[in-house]
T-cell receptor
Framework: DADVTQTPRNRITKTGKRIMLECSQT?????MYWYRQDPGLGLQLIYY???????NKGEISDGYSVSRQAQAKFSLSLESAIPNQTALYFC?????????????FGEGSRLTVL | GESVGLHLPTLSVQEGDNSIINCAYS??????FIWYKQESGKGPQFIID?????DKRQGQRVTVLLNKTVKHLSLQIAATQPGDSAVYFC??????????FGKGTSLLVTP
């Protein structure tokens, strides 16, 4: 089983719909992240959370919200999806005690907004 | 904001040759520089990182070089294999946690 699991893996929706992408991890890491990847571009940080009570905006948080339900779960919501939110979304975790730049990524959730 | 960029979007090498993927960065405050590999349909996987106070670090078949004078980072892959075909991203870590990713270089290994 994957250490970082994202659901759904693929989703097609319509403009204006509410969408939730879920992430769960078995690594026991306190830090979790949501990134967005567009074709031909690098990953951009949407939100990050250092523990259950600590949630912070990343560089492209507009139009998104998150919820950290437990140490192992971090969900990303699009309250009213729009076409330019069509992208590949990645959840990631990290362990600050390692003091490296390593993030552990899920397999991604591909979202298409029509 | 400051950015991390890659010199070449695609790189084609023959199996068995060495590969060199380059990256330029501009944030002098970054404390770690990291290379990730992303295979089709998968999430990025950590390859190797280097602290800002080092200039070279070696792993299994990979070497990362950091030149702070010209703000340049490179990833060298020895004896490139078909399984090395993927997109490679460099990233810099700033503020102790956030990663700024480059756009990626696609490495294609030909027989």
């Amino acid at each position: 089983d994957a250490d970082v699991t994202q659901t759904p893996r693929n989703r097609i929706t319509k403009t204006g719909k509410r969408i939730m992408l879920e992430c769960s991890q078995t690594k026991g890491h306190d830090r979790m992240y949501w990134y967005r990847q567009d074709p031909g571009l690098g990953l951009q940080l949407i939100y990050y959370s250092f523990d259950v009570k600590d949630i912070n905006k990343g560089e492209i948080s507009d139009g998104y919200s998150v919820s950290r339900q437990a140490q192992a779960k971090f969900s990303l919501s699009l309250e009213s999806a729009i076409p330019n939110q069509t992208a590949l979304y990645f959840c990631a975790t990290s362990d600050p005690t390692l003091n490296t730049g390593e993030l552990f990524f899920g397999e991604g959730s591909r979202l298409t907004v029509l | 904001g400051e950015s991390v960029g890659l010199h070449l979007p695609t790189l084609s090498v023959q199996e068995g040759d060495n590969s060199i993927i380059n990256c330029a960065y501009s944030n002098s405050a970054s404390d770690y520089f990291i290379w990730y590999k992303q295979e089709s349909g998968k999430g990025p996987q950590f390859i190797i990182d280097i602290r800002s106070n080092m200039d070279k670090r070696q792993g299994q078949r990979v070497t990362v070089l950091l030149n702070k004078t010209v703000k340049h980072l490179s990833l060298q892959i020895a004896a490139t294999q078909p399984g090395d075909s993927a997109v490679y991203f460099c990233a810099e870590r700033y503020s102790g946690y956030a990663l700024n990713f480059g756009k990626g270089t696609s490495l294609l290994v030909t027989p």
